[in-house]
């Protein structure tokens, strides 16, 4: 059974940072393409950043400069460190895999930025 497990979430005054975590089981993590995703109410869910299983980055505009993606294959974990964080990043982080089309979505964790 595949399970995502994010953590890390929680309230933050503007310009604070977080560390979201995202715990995987179930698959061969070091295979899998990691992304994490938001969605804030009203929106779509867009991508914030991703990482290959090669350790390539990739990152939202809006994001580039202030957030870092990264992972640990020895704890099947990938990380978001977020920082000079905005109240326009207010929303429900997801992370999801990706392998030869399979992908696998957690259940999120709640990011609040206050001004």
């Known amino acids: 059974q ?23 089981s179930g698959i061969i993590f070091a295979n899998n393409a ?9 929106k779509s869910r867009e991508l914030v950043a991703s990482i290959t299983s090669a350790g390539s980055t ?10 870092t993606i990264s992972r640990d294959n020895a704890k099947d974990t990938v990380y978001l460190q977020m920082n000079s964080l905005k109240p326009e990043d207010t929303a429900a ?15 999120g964790t709640q ?3 206050s001004s």
């Open 58 to 67: 990739n990152y939202a505009d809006s994001v580039k400069g202030r957030f």
């Open 34 to 42: 990691m992304g994490w995703y938001r969605q804030a109410p009203g």
């Open 111 to 113: 990011v609040t930025v």
């Open 93 to 107: 982080y997801y992370c999801n895999s990706v392998y030869l089309g399979i992908i696998n979505w957690g259940q």
């Open 2 to 24: 595949v399970q995502l497990v994010e953590s890390g979430g929680g309230l933050v005054q503007a310009g604070g940072s977080l560390r979201l975590s995202c715990a995987a």
